[in-house]
């Protein structure tokens, strides 16, 4: 056991940007190279820092856990931090560290391309130094999650591409819309971390399209963004409920991926009703128990699908999980 002031001690006597520096020479070799060629909007007889100063502040920024941009500001503009900065990208005459308004102004006019781009670049990487091998699924398949967030949410409308929600109020019974901004992500799983790998803005293309965007669509495109980024990786897709649909299984096989849903009864009426005939044939009484059914037949192809029942502390509960191939 290490006591949290020997923790605290260890902490002191740890250089966390001189073990950063180690990750990165071991990990992205050519990390600071790639900062440098991203295409830069600005005019250029106004530049005085390169693409590569400005996002390398960025990420000390982020690495550092610093939450306002005045703040990084504050904190990064002394002398030991201009030089060690300068030194990593091999600017020696480095004087000052850019001000977080110039930091704001490149990123707000910045392809999002061009992060992609790194992005791209160190998740091939870390594939290439094969330390995360034995987090492939059956020693083969890399999980990947697909994932939907929100990034913003805005009580009015705050450009053409908003998604619209219409909710009423249950005070005043008056309708509302909710304007939002969502990103659907794609994230390999390697043990208890993951890495986002592709990622695709659900929006709509103008204000009067008659449907939508979903996340279903969204994850065409993001599907043929990651075959087209990562073309002969084995993927095997996790997703919710929502992924276990036909949109799905279609684009996953031709893709040539796996996948893992989790299943919900009702979401595909005929495969739960196959399965819990064939599951009362051979029902355990055990509480935790592990039931699956291979080969349920669903349109032109057969599907796997297991059920985990597992005990929890306030009670029992059940989870369905669906498996496809
Ligand atoms: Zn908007």
Redesign the pocket.
Known sequence: MVTRKEKRNREKEANYFFEFLKIQKHFFKDLMNNLKKVADHRHQSYITYGPEVLLFTMMLKNMTGLKSMRNMSESFNKEECIKNVGKVLGLDSLEELPHYDTINDFLSGLDVNELEKIRTYMIKELLKKRSLESYRIEGKYWGVIIDGTGL?T?HE??????LRRAYTNKETGETNVL?M?HVLEAKLVVGDMVFSIASEFI?NESENVSKQDCELKAFDRLAKKIKKIFKRLPICILGDSLYACETVFNLCRAHKWKYICRFKEGRIKSISTEFKAIKELEQSKDQNSLVWVNDIAYKDRTVNLMEATMKTEDGKSKEYVFRAC
């Open positions: 913003h805005f409308k705050h450009c053409k591409h908003c304007y901004h929006e």
